[in-house]
Nanobody, 124 residues
Framework: QVQLVESGGGLVQPGGSLRLSCAAS???????????MGWYRQAPGNERELVAT???????NYADFVKGRFTISRDNAKSTVYLQMNSLKSDDTAVYYC???????????????WGQGTQVTVSS
């Protein structure tokens, strides 16, 4: 079973920056394969929405509302994905969730896993 643990959320003023991290791990210690990884967010009263994704090879995709402000990256050796968020706005306030498509073992099906979420609050 793959587990995703996010960190790096918090309170920041408008115009500020935060860096989120999400580390993937498996109870046996080794994850067989991680494909697409990404970040989503959900604000109160809204549906969860895509923020950014990144393939194992490093190809990225961003929602229009974060282009030029957020950067997604990953370290395959550490099974970790990052989200650098700059020029933050009050509209960016939400719970940010990490997602990974992974096979925990060679015999496991490819599944979508989610982290528990980390709160990002942009306010003066």
């Amino acid at each position: 079973q793959v587990q995703l643990v996010e960190s790096g959320g918090g309170l920041v003023q408008p115009g500020g920056s935060l860096r989120l991290s999400c580390a993937a791990s498996e109870t046996s210690g080794v994850i067989f394969r991680i494909d697409l990884m990404g970040w989503y967010r959900q604000a109160p009263g809204n549906e969860r929405e895509l923020v950014a994704t990144i393939t194992k090879g490093g190809t990225t995709n961003y929602a229009d509302f974060v282009k030029g402000r957020f950067t997604i990256s990953r370290d395959n050796a550490k099974s970790t994905v990052y989200l650098q968020m700059n020029s933050l706005k009050s509209d960016d306030t939400a719970v940010y969730y990490c997602n990974a498509n992974a096979k925990s073992t060679v015999l496991s099906p490819l599944r979508s896993y989610w982290g528990q979420g980390t709160q990002v609050t942009v306010s003066s």
